[in-house]
């Protein structure tokens, strides 16, 4: 399985960024999905995750009323809509995946089986 993340880049404050996560393999519907991101000297955090029902979806406090996330199973396709953004918001972000079952939506990157590359997002104030 590989991930493939794209759509970073540089972004003034309150500007609109969409990150969208490829992920190789046939079993994409059995996945939830994550995405992850980690400032420079930080650990890595959970953003937002999704599970395999498109209702069954997780926000960090921070993410919460600014960041959507959602999945389309036929393009095997995850996607980070991340509007108001905000300085703190800059960081390399990470989409993980992992097989689960129906009702499980993790929030730790321990859980997570695959990793992306990761994609630079910066936002200047």
């Known amino acids: 399985v590989q991930l493939q993340a794209s759509g970073g880049g540089l972004v003034q404050a309150g500007g609109s960024l969409r990150l969208s996560c490829v992920v190789s393999?046939?079993?994409?519907?059995?996945?939830?999905l994550g995405w992850f991101r980690q400032a420079a000297g930080k650990e890595r955090e959970i953003v937002t995750a999704?599970?395999?029902?498109?209702?069954?979806?997780y926000h960090a406090d921070s993410a919460k009323g600014r960041f959507t996330v959602s999945r389309d199973n036929d393009k095997k396709t995850v996607y980070l809509q991340m509007n108001s953004l905000e300085p703190e918001d800059t960081a390399v972000y990470y989409c993980?995946?992992?097989?689960?079952?129906?009702?499980?939506?993790?929030?730790?990157?321990?859980?997570?089986?695959?990793w992306g590359q990761g994609t630079q997002v910066t936002v200047s104030s």
């Open positions: 993980a995946a992992r097989e689960v079952i129906m009702t499980h939506t993790p929030t730790t990157p321990y859980e997570y089986t695959h």
């Open positions: 393999g046939r079993t994409f519907s059995r996945y939830a």
């Open positions: 999704i599970g395999r029902r498109s209702s069954d979806t």
